[in-house]
């Protein structure tokens, strides 16, 4: 009997990005591990928009994570927004002050400056020196009275503070090391450590997964949660991702955001599957999968804690994988916007045609969406860009000459007598034709394609010849062999 999956109303994960920036690869493998993780347990997944930073935050960057998110095929149950959120925030702060867990502090942004470079000078670690903890209530009513700007500072006690991290097992701190630190701004929205606790527990998260880089963070939310009396969730770190040479991943390593991922020419399958890999693989040792189908098989604890190394050439096998699995159909239209022609007018029936065989000649051998670009380029105009230096030599031969004259006398005849269109068949008949004509001169294999080929590509290497001839028609053949007579004559006067 089938048993129908129960959703785990206990299970609850969250993915809580800040909108300061484009959806950043690391950040869309956190999401997708959370997505991942919730689903193979049945639960939650919420969305939580981190924009208390009113400064860096902005909607622009908030609406492209979401559109990446989707792109990407991930999916939530509930949505937040912090900025919505303040006077949560403020109510859960005040509580802290009525128990004296925390404190408002007057201190100037100078003197937390000036602080700050005293100590740097002295060497010593940087942290607020306890000035305002224990301000007695006149002076806290004076500073009121006079309108003083204030934050609210938590008000950190000895503790040894230890969790069990679901990846990377137990990790202690000592609070010695934590300095009072800031609740509420002196504008009213919180500080990162306090929003996130108070919408932990708020949104009844059971499961924190996030990059290692809040590892420290982990300390200072698990003493607000002792304070506030809630309960802790279970936390787990992911380990940072690597550029090839051992360094963070940054600018240096190519695209940094899934939208110019997208703009590259991934397929949404290509990334999802290639970021589930970086620390986990299925235990089954499948490298290509399908999202939805391998949440069931995700396990949280077989994360791997060690760094993963992001691979450029992997994804890329996998995303011409991809490429492989679509129809021709599906890829004419994923190829739209890279087309020359897409860009700016609708593709019309002949040039669909065209981009079918053009498709069906390269789809072996791509591996971004992109390369059909710069590929296309050479397809869609009538004109040769540029002669390759190998191309131009290989037309220097006395016999190549000979070569082109015939095959722009069949090519002619064809157009007179039937039109653009061209068939592989015909292209084929033609090239054998040639080479049956000029056996006596003893011209065969290279020496009777590559002057061909070269003729109307401007290069040596490609698809097929007759599929090349077939895409480009032959009204386009007659033109760029024109062409290349003229290149040659110019050549020889060199
Ligand atoms: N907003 C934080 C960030 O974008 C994530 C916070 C968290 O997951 O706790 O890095």
């Avoid at 959806?23 to 208390?52: P, Q, Y």
């Avoid at 989707?70 to 802290?96: C, H, N, P």
């Avoid at 602080?115 to 004076?142: A, F, Q, V």
């Avoid at 200072?220 to 009396?229: C, H």
């Amino acid at each position: 009997m089938e048993t129908e999956k129960k959703y785990n109303k206990d299970i609850r994960f969250r993915f809580a990005p800040s909108p300061t920036g484009g959806l950043h690869i690391g950040t869309a493998r956190t999401a997708l591990f959370n997505w991942l993780a919730a689903r193979s347990m049945g639960g939650k997944l919420v969305l939580r928009i981190e924009d208390t930073d009113l400064k860096r935050s902005n909607r622009d960057f908030e609406n492209s994570i979401i559109n990446d998110l989707k792109w990407m095929g991930l999916d939530w149950d509930e949505f937040y927004r912090q900025s919505e959120r303040l006077e949560i925030y403020l109510r859960e702060a005040e509580k802290l002050i009525d128990e004296k867990k925390a404190y408002r502090c007057f201190c100037s942004s100078e003197r937390l400056e000036n602080l700050k470079g005293l100590l740097i000078s002295e060497g010593k670690p940087t942290g607020y020196d306890n000035k305002c903890r224990d301000l007695n209530e006149s002076e806290i009513e004076e500073n009121l009275k006079e309108k003083k700007p204030y934050t609210i500072r938590y008000r950190v006690e000895p503790d040894e503070i230890a969790f069990n991290d679901l990846i990377r097992g137990e990790i202690k701190f000592s609070s010695d090391v934590i300095s009072d630190f800031v609740l509420i701004k002196s504008d009213g929205t919180p500080s990162y450590n306090f929003a996130v606790v108070v919408d932990d527990n708020d949104m009844n998260i059971s499961h924190v997964l996030r990059g290692e880089d809040h590892i420290t963070n982990t300390a200072r939310q698990i003493m607000l949660f002792k304070s506030l009396g809630y309960d802790i969730p279970e936390f787990a770190h992911l380990s940072m991702i690597l550029g090839k040479d051992g360094s963070k991943l940054s600018k240096r390593h190519g695209a940094t955001t899934i939208t110019q991922y997208r703009e590259e020419g991934y397929l949404k399958e290509a990334i999802g599957n290639y970021l589930s890999l970086l620390s986990w693989a299925p235990k089954s040792g499948e490298e290509l999968f399908a999202l939805e189908n391998i949440f069931e098989k995700f396990r949280l604890q077989d994360v791997s804690k060690n760094p993963a190394i992001f691979d450029i050439d992997k994804l890329n096998w996998i995303n011409g994988n991809y490429i492989r699995m679509k129809s021709s159909s599906e890829l004419i239209k994923l190829l739209d916007p890279f087309l020359p022609s897409g860009k700016d007018k609708k593709l019309s029936e002949a040039d669909n045609l065209k981009v079918l065989k053009f498709i069906d000649a390269f789809k072996d051998k791509i591996k971004t969406l992109k390369e059909f670009d710069c590929l296309a380029e050479d397809f869609f105009m009538n004109e040769i860009a540029s002669y390759e230096d190998e191309a131009a030599e290989i037309m220097k031969a006395e016999t190549a000459g000979m070569v082109i004259e015939r095959f722009e006398s069949k090519i002619y005849r064809h157009n007179k007598e039937s039109g653009n269109e061209i068939s592989e068949e015909e292209a084929k008949e033609f090239i054998n034709e040639i080479s049956q004509e000029l056996k006596e001169f003893n011209i065969k294999g290279r020496m009777l394609y590559m002057p061909i080929r070269a003729s109307i590509t401007g290069n040596v290497h490609g698809p097929e010849l007759p599929k090349i001839i077939s895409i480009l028609g032959t009204d386009v053949c007659l033109k760029r062999i024109k062409q290349t007579k003229i290149f040659i004559e110019n050549n020889k006067k060199i």
